[in-house]
């Protein structure tokens, strides 16, 4: 082995051989940026307190509101782990707990009015990231990789639990 040698870290002499490290690091990375540019356009927008968690957990939550039980299913965390992430998005005003009309012993968790509008401009945010993406590797490219993805990566692999998976909570 060559001492400087990189190992499993995207390497500009060996970016042409395709190296079988580099795609999960390229893809992780592309996910960072846009992730990165998102909250850093929602921080100007009006939303600097919100975090990648917190959206994973209000799409969790969804339009018809959840409980923090299903939110860690669905994020794929204990319900402890979910409650915290919910107690922090009501302390910013981004959820609240509201009765659950068919079981009063149970609470709803609710995405109030600035949660919504976080989750609205995150979209036009992406489909502008997105855009930027179409504009440096050509319409075509974006589209045949996103193709791609679609071929390769199973359904059940777009799942909330991104916390979970990377040993987070």
């Known amino acids: 082995m060559v ?15 395709g190296r079988g490290y580099e795609l999960p690091l390229l893809l992780f990375g592309g996910f960072r ?41 669905r ?6 782990a979910a409650g915290k992430t919910v107690d922090r998005l009501v302390t910013l005003g981004y959820a609240a707990r509201t009765d659950d009309p068919a079981d009063a012993r149970r609470k709803l968790i609710r995405l109030t009015p600035h949660g919504v509008d976080a989750l609205r401009r995150s979209a036009v945010v ?30 059940d692999a777009l799942r909330l639990d991104a916390a979970g998976w990377l040993g987070g909570s």
């Open 3 to 17: 001492d400087d040698e990189k190992v499993n870290q995207v390497d500009e002499r060996h970016k042409e051989k």
């Open 33 to 73: 940026t846009l992730i990165d540019r998102l909250h850093a356009e929602l921080a100007r927008q009006g939303h600097p307190d919100l975090r990648p968690a917190h959206g994973f957990a209000m799409q969790a939550i969804g339009a018809a509101g959840a409980t923090a039980s299903e939110v860690g299913r």
């Open 75 to 80: 994020l794929g965390v204990s319900k402890q």
């Open 126 to 155: 992406f489909d502008a990231l997105r855009a930027e993406w179409a504009q440096a590797l050509g319409a075509r490219r974006l589209g045949e990789l996103e193709s791609g993805l679609r071929t390769v990566v199973p359904p």
